[in-house]
């Protein structure tokens, strides 16, 4: 009785603390969360939060595929998770974490609630959320936080069900409008949908129970009418927004049977049941996504599920779970038995989501709250006693079994080889030691509960959490490295979203192509990563795209390579009908033929003296000044979609469709101001609806609990006050600290720059701005980060004859290879101060430190680097060597660095250089890997074009690689550049700086 007392208390703050043991690389910031977490889930919140902070509302994602309707993913806009999560704290890895462990920390909570409602046994309950909350879903699926969410109100959603069909009334109702509510809006579909199917049976199985009472029936019914009435009126704006995409997202339509079909729960996943940590092993013999092959939910939840159904039914409705977990199991296992074909083909919204693997998530559930429903420690006799050693020892035999078949397969046992970290050894285990591992782990844990079902029987129910508890945390540790954390430092991570320009920068008008996935990804994303220096781009991975976009990049590939030449915005003269794809020019535009004959007898000419510029910039709106001499079809490479109109000098203009699924208008000639512009003032009014009704619900909650609970109005009243007085000031220090970091040290530059007027210091300034911003004495201005005028900038610097220069950058801080070219000009510091993503630095000209490895092919220069002495030519004027690259050469200048006691804290390493191209631009890359004998532990390659601003003349460049794993005496370092497309070019003075520190 005191230990029911205690944990009835107490049981909450034990699952908290569960949770954050469980996941204690996530919690404490030692690991970072990986796959869709950082590449897709990330990105949609971090842009999120980032329109919310400037007052905008989402509607417009545009640094993805041409631009996409943010709202129209019916999970992200109308989530409250997001508008509070936002507001609090902004959005980025490290607060998403949280967010994670937060859910995984409800659905412990929530379960534990469930099975309360039915008067389970308190350490029983615990144990079984213990199980819940670590279970293979929250573990093999965490890098899908939709799932996640949809998994920790999955237990909520049914309880509330159960306690409206059981006496349906008003605060019943309330409840379950609220919850399901937030399932609608914060849940994966696929789940919701399922979840609802459960919830159908539910609804039969007691409409059954009260048949014979007439007015029971008419009053559950009538409930039920008053509660589908509530959730469409709170969800219309989901409606809304389904209906606005649907004509330009096919997939909203309807999946095809083979998306619907992809990763299922393999046959072989059933291991999981037993061995979770096998299925990290061998994707092969899984035959799934590794995400999808993880179904536990503990050793001994399976062990008391079998035990429960050896007994009698004590509650009917277990039954329902049991039957929905079984039912739910075959349709996880997709195209390996016909139950999800027949769904997708007969059932409604059975086609709407892919992932048969989610339903293991129902399973799951079903399975446990079945053990909860049907067993109570008190009943466990002596006979009982007997049948559940009984399922104990079963379950011992099979695992010693396949423990023995296992061991007798091994060679070798790598968890053993202690010259490996443990997360290597983790890492690299095979099936069958994994097998053996958690097979030996499982037996201890086994015979544990023997010993206190013989001999401390009174002892039952606290010991019974304490070994679902050591299972949970072991079995979450053990697959956590695989499906949950990579090798990623969150706090890194975390400096580098700091680092990137906040609000919406005027975006350069250089070829939209540049803007890919690829030149954007680092060490942090690899997918989607444009979102987060806030580049426009054809390029990225989400759950939908446009018709059109598919049309275009599916049927005319051709089209699309021309369209990636062109900036956000251009001219075009060349406008012709769809079916006219002959001899595409690099501004070709194909229209609609209704469009084709407004544009008729109209002369589109373009001339060299044609400019644009855009001045305003945000993702709903953009400003721009234009200026032609002709008629122009002005492109706007933002993909066509309901709510775009545009405005020329303040009338409105038809919006064409260009290119499949581009926008254009017809530009007349002389200087006019063009806006285009997102609106939908629909979504906005449902979207107040559904939170006002959100708030209804959840305030009339709040009454009832108060009206219900004399003793305990005052918690209630602060609780309720509390929130909202910590949601004001939370999001108050939030506003106020973005706001200061988009101008961080604007006003102490703007006062250095003041004092160096009028000396001989040239000034130059790189500020992200959503609007043209001048800065006083500013003698060069214009937006700088890794990719964006880099070669501008090292055009500057050549031609820079001041002895000193004063960098400075505001919103937007410059990489380590822009500073390590700068300071290859300037490499005498005066006077530096960085903060966040702001800084100044004055330097001037001085000598830089030679190193040994540098070259500068003269004749009498000692060689380091293995070189080709016939590709060293001599410059006819200033008498110089140089080296040589043929379009036949496509590897060469190649540098061997052997680490040893003397320089393996190595840290950073930078190879500067001077590359020449005499007559086209061409695609050269410098290579720097690192070898550890037959292995090559890192591989890094990195475009050095990206430098060359002219051919014929010389252009410096700089790569940087960050070494962030330590080296051993003996790896060896390889530099040399490569010739990727076959070109003719030069190349001088190589140098290498090895740095021990940052």
Request: charged share 20%; hydrophobic share 45%; with cysteine.
């Amino acid at each position: 009785m005191k230990t029911d007392q205690f944990i009835r208390k107490y049981g909450s703050i034990l699952l908290f603390v569960v949770c954050i043991v469980a996941f204690w690389q996530v919690a404490f910031l030692q690991k970072g969360m990986k796959w869709d977490f950082v590449d897709a889930y990330l990105p949609a919140r971090y842009f999120f939060s980032e329109a919310v902070l400037n007052n905008i509302f989402p509607f417009w994602n545009p640094y993805l595929l041409y631009g996409v309707p943010f709202y129209a993913d019916l999970v992200s806009v109308f989530n409250p998770e997001f508008w509070i999560v936002a507001n609090m704290f902004g959005y980025s890895n490290i607060t998403l974490q949280y967010v994670f462990l937060a859910y995984v920390f409800l659905a412990g909570v929530n379960f534990r609630y469930f099975l309360q409602r039915f008067k389970v046994d308190e350490s029983l309950a615990l144990s079984l959320a213990i199980a819940f909350m670590l279970s293979g879903f929250t573990v093999g699926n965490a890098q899908h936080i939709g799932f996640i969410a949809g998994y920790a109100l999955l237990p909520l959603v049914v309880a509330a069900y159960v306690l409206f069909a059981r006496q349906p009334e008003t605060k019943s109702l309330l409840r379950l409008a609220l919850v399901f509510l937030l399932m609608v809006f914060a849940s994966y579909p696929g789940i919701t949908i399922i979840i609802s199917y459960l919830l159908l049976c539910l609804f039969f199985f007691y409409l059954v129970l009260s048949i014979k009472r007439k007015e029971r029936v008419k009053r559950f019914l009538v409930y039920h009418l008053i509660l589908a009435g509530i959730v469409i009126v709170g969800s219309f704006v989901l409606l809304l927004a389904y209906s606005q995409a649907h004509p330009y997202l096919s997939r909203y339509s309807g999946l095809t049977l083979e998306a619907v079909l992809r990763h299922p729960f393999s046959l072989h996943s059933f291991w999981s049941f037993l061995f979770p940590y096998s299925t990290t092993t061998d994707v092969a013999f899984f035959n799934t996504d590794p995400s999808m092959s993880n179904a536990y939910f503990g050793l001994f939840g399976l062990t008391l599920l079998v035990y429960a159904l050896t007994g009698k039914i004590k509650q009917k409705v277990g039954v329902i779970f049991l039957l929905f977990a079984v039912f739910s199991l075959l349709n996880a296992l997709g195209s390996q038995f016909f139950l999800r074909e027949f769904l997708y083909d007969h059932f409604p919204s059975m086609n709407m989501f892919k992932y048969p693997s989610i339903f293991r998530a129902l399973s799951i559930f079903g399975f446990l709250a079945y053990a909860g429903l049907n067993l109570k420690f008190d009943d466990i006799t002596s006979a009982n006693r007997k049948k559940l050693l009984t399922v104990n020892g079963m379950l011992a035999i099979i695992i010693l079994f396949v423990v023995v078949r296992s061991a007798a397969r091994l060679e070798a046992f790598v968890f053993f080889d202690f010259e490996l970290s443990l997360i290597d050894r983790l890492q690299k285990t095979t099936i069958n030691e994994a097998f053996v591992l958690q097979g030996i782990l499982h037996l201890l844990l086994l015979g544990c509960f023997v010993v206190v079902l013989v001999f401390k029987q009174k002892y039952l129910p606290v010991a019974i959490v304490f070994l679902f508890v050591f299972d949970g945390i072991l079995s979450t540790q053990l697959n956590l490295h695989y499906t949950v954390v990579g090798d990623v430092d969150p706090v890194k991570f975390k400096t580098y979203l700091d680092s990137k320009p906040k609000g919406f920068p005027i975006p350069e008008l250089h070829p939209i192509g540049e803007n890919s996935d690829k030149n954007a990804s680092g060490t942090f994303s690899w997918r989607n990563n444009n979102v987060f220096p806030k580049r426009p781009t054809f390029d990225g991975l989400v759950s939908f795209k446009t018709d059109g976009y598919s049309t275009l990049s599916d049927d005319f590939p051709k089209l699309l390579d021309v369209m990636k030449k062109q900036p956000l915005f251009f001219f075009s003269d060349d406008v012709r009908v769809y079916e006219d794809t002959a001899n595409i020019g690099q501004k070709t535009v194909l229209v609609e033929p209704s469009d084709l004959h407004m544009i008729n007898g109209k002369t589109l000419q373009h001339h060299q003296t044609d400019r644009l510029e855009i001045t305003s910039f945000s993702p709903n709106k953009v400003v721009l000044q234009t200026e032609t001499q002709s008629e122009q079809l002005l492109v706007f490479q933002q993909n066509y979609f309901s709510g775009w109109k545009v405005k020329i000098d303040g009338k409105e203009q038809k919006v064409v469709r260009a290119n499949y699924t581009l926008m254009g208008t017809l530009i007349p000639a002389g200087e006019h101001i063009v806006q285009f512009r997102y609106s939908n003032r629909l979504i906005v009014v449902f979207f107040v609806v559904s939170m006002l009704v959100l708030m209804v619900l959840a305030s009339l909650l709040i009454y009832f609990h108060w009206k219900e609970h004399l003793k305990n109005r005052q918690i209630i009243l602060w609780l309720a006050f509390g929130f909202m007085l910590l949601f004001v000031v939370f999001s108050g220090i939030n506003r106020w600290r973005y706001q200061k970091s988009k101008s961080k040290l604007l006003p102490e530059i703007t006062q250095e720059f003041e004092a160096l007027k009028n000396t001989d210091v040239t000034t130059f300034l790189s500020y992200a701005s959503g609007t043209q911003v001048e800065v006083p004495n500013t003698g060069h201005q214009f937006f700088l980060d890794e990719n964006m005028n880099v070669a501008t900038f090292g055009k500057l610097l050549a031609e820079t004859h001041t002895p000193q220069f004063a960098l400075a950058w505001v919103n937007g801080a410059i990489s380590i290879e822009v500073k390590e070219l700068f300071t290859s000009y300037f490499p005498e510091v005066v006077k530096e101060r960085i903060s966040g993503n702001s800084g100044f630095i004055l330097a001037r000209e001085g000598e830089d430190k030679m190193s040994e490895f540098d070259e500068d092919f003269e004749q009498e220069t000692k060689r380091v680097w293995e070189i080709d002495r016939s590709r060293i030519k001599t410059d006819s004027i200033t008498a110089n060597g140089y080296y040589t690259f043929m379009p036949s050469q496509r590897w060469g200048a190649v540098l061997n660095i052997n680490i040893d006691e003397t320089n393996s804290d190595l840290q950073k390493i930078t190879v500067l250089g001077d590359i020449r191209f005499p007559e086209v631009f061409s695609e050269v890359n410098m290579v720097i890997t690192i070898s550890r004998g037959k292995e090559q532990k890192e591989y890094y390659t990195r475009e050095i074009s990206d430098f060359t601003y002219e051919t014929g003349v010389w252009s410096r460049f700089a790569v940087v690689k960050m070494v962030d794993f330590n080296l051993h005496s003996g790896d060896v370092i390889h530099i040399y550049l490569w010739n990727r497309t076959e070109a003719r070019f030069d190349v001088d003075n190589l140098k290498v700086k090895m740095y021990n520190g940052n």
